[in-house]
């Protein structure tokens, strides 16, 4: 039988790269006695990380699912990736859980991530709390990283502990409700013992009395009534604050910040307390309206279950991660995926803990799991009891910046490529595929040279593929500047029936530089009107090889005004010949330039990095258009070539030590400075030589 949604806690990990979650997920099944050691990321035996590409780069890429259960509480734990180029996966983790634990390193404080994921939880209005890890660390500060927790997302951001130590002395942690302490033992091996709970020592009992204080003001917010006796000097009963605490935790007025070292299992004890205690449940946090459909967290009604990650595996097919919103979920049962209206039977249900499965019969509401082998199920699906329209409201992913122009080592191996790489874009979204029509490449694109690196190892050692990547063909074009005319003559015979066609053309640049238009002036039937498309198409041929580079020339207006016709030897062959050979003609006195893609580019950066980001882009010949503050960090808008950005991912990471990132969208076309183009047209012509 599947517990009450009330008995349940879904809490997603979530911080920077480098704070510690991974850690701190495998301390928190260590401490449940879900698993019997507690791994390390450093020699790769975690039991969220348990993908090669995770272990070898000792980061995790995808989120990890583990169930357990602690005081009676099942507690769904989703690790998320904290590098911004895999944030698909953490943006999918908050949408399915009530509540977050950001962890913070307590050396490094607020990072760029956090600020980031922070602001996506708001979005969603779940409940956040704060760990504040690696305590032990050389240069750690809690109280520093307080501060700037409290300038980063405001003043309800609060200590509920302190920790009893620094650095490398580091021993427990001081709890501001109890208004006790807690000592660890310092044992080389990590042990499930638990704080052992002492008075508060003297030499930290003023610095606890003035953060209980603190915390009481923050508590008495949560109600008018409590806040009135709080100003009044009336004393505030234990159970009091500890009812205000949860309550202003659950409705997002209150942050509590905790505090710990997780590879030594300190504090995690009184952190797996806070997450049964302060965070809500399914029933807590309430009902989903989607509009169409009001989804309550009880047995009752038809089944509704969201699908939220999508893992591509080459032998037990795709796995699907839900979460259970309304009804109960049993193995061996049909239900209908509401986007493609198909029956879907479902197997063996999974409860995860990392890489390991165990099978269950049911899923109550408000729970989540796995299932394998859907035949047409993947994540952003909904599976329900009847074919209902429902939608869950769209994710702001990021868009994909680092591209490049991907070909096979093996031939023959094109169609494997394709089917892998569409499996992998359903297990990370944020991927990008498709094929360049003007160069012709097949182009895959990512958030970072990282990102695209794992993509093609995950090929490798995933589905067998080996591919080649280079950065892609910039799509440049090639326009005109003035009118000029053009004679295409086409004539051959050599025996039997002939061919001909003559025509005479006039061409203009177009005012908006883009496009083609043709038009018909011919006069008293010199061509028959039957063979003036066929004209149109052979200058339509000639105009996809420029004269300048051999690139395709927009922005032309062609006038058709004169030609001959033979009454037997003329056909559209012929006519099609002569156009493209009256368009070379021309081009070859319209004055014709090079064109390059100018991008719109909008950068996130640190506000004591502006400068050298806008310096940057002068030397690439960028234009920047404006700047505002966002969200403590400094937005950049600016119009850069395309070609200047190839590979412009690491070189902005260098600049703001990682803490940057970016998007692009195609602006418009412009004419390439002439002595960069003559450069760009020696290299079309090594290409074509």
Known sequence: ???????????????????????????????????????TVTDGTTSSDTDPDEQARQMSISAGLSSFTWQDRKINLLDTPGDPSFVADALGALRVCESAIFVVNAVMGVEVSTTRLWERAAELDIARMVHVN???????????????????FGPHVVATEIPLGAEHAVRGVVDLVDMCAYEYPDAAQPSRDGGREIPIPDDVAAVAQEYREKLMDEVAEVSEALMERYLEGDEISHEEIVTALKDGTNHGAIFPVVCGVAT???????????????????????????????????????????????????????????????????????VLNTRSHAKERLGQLLVARGKETEHVDEFGPGDIGAV?????????????????????PAIALPSPVMAFAITCKAKGDEDKLFTSLRRLQEEDPTIDLHRDQQTGEEIVAGLSQVHVEVLVDRLRSRFGVEVDLKPPRVPYQETIRRPAKGHGRHKKQSGGR??????????????????????????????????????????????????VAGFPVKGVRVRLHDGSYHTVDSSEMAFRTAGSLAMREALGQADAVLLEPVMLVTLTVPEDCVGDVIGDLNSRRGRPLGMEPVGGLTEVKAEVPMAEMLTY????????????????????????????????VAEAEAVHA
């Open 1 to 39: 039988m599947h517990l009450g949604a009330d008995k349940l806690r879904n809490v997603a990990l979530v911080g920077h790269r480098g704070s510690g979650k991974t850690s701190l997920n495998e301390a928190l099944l260590f401490q449940a006695g879900a698993i019997a050691r507690l791994g």
């Open 134 to 152: 690696m305590l032990d660390r050389e240069r750690a500060d809690f109280f520093r990283t307080l501060e700037g927790l409290k300038a980063a």
């Open 264 to 334: 030594r299992n300190l504090g995690t004890d009184r952190l797996l307390d806070a997450i049964v205690e302060d965070l809500p449940s399914p029933v807590k946090h309430g009902p989903m309206d989607l509009g169409e459909v009001v989804l309550n967290p009880s047995d009752d009604g038809p089944l509704y279950a969201y699908v939220f990650k999508t893992k591509a595996d080459p032998f037990a097919g795709r796995i699907n991660f839900f979460r259970v919103y309304q009804g109960v979920m049993t193995h061996e049962t049909q």
């Open 372 to 392: 394998a082998k859907l035949k047409d199920t993947r994540a952003g699906d909904w599976l329900a009891e009847r074919d209902e329209p429902v939608a869950m």
């Open 498 to 547: 002939g061919q001909f066609g003559d025509c005479h053309i006039e061409i203009e640049p177009l005012a908006d530089g883009t496009g083609f238009e043709f038009v018909d002036a011919i006069k008293g039937g010199v061509i028959p009107h039957g063979f003036i498309p066929a004209v149109e198409k052979g200058c339509r041929e000639a105009l996809e090889h420029g004269a």
């Open 649 to 680: 991912a690491p070189d902005l990471r260098g600049l703001t030590g990682g803490r940057g990132d970016y998007t692009m969208e195609f602006a418009r076309y412009e004419e390439v400075p002439a002595h960069l183009a003559q450069k760009v």
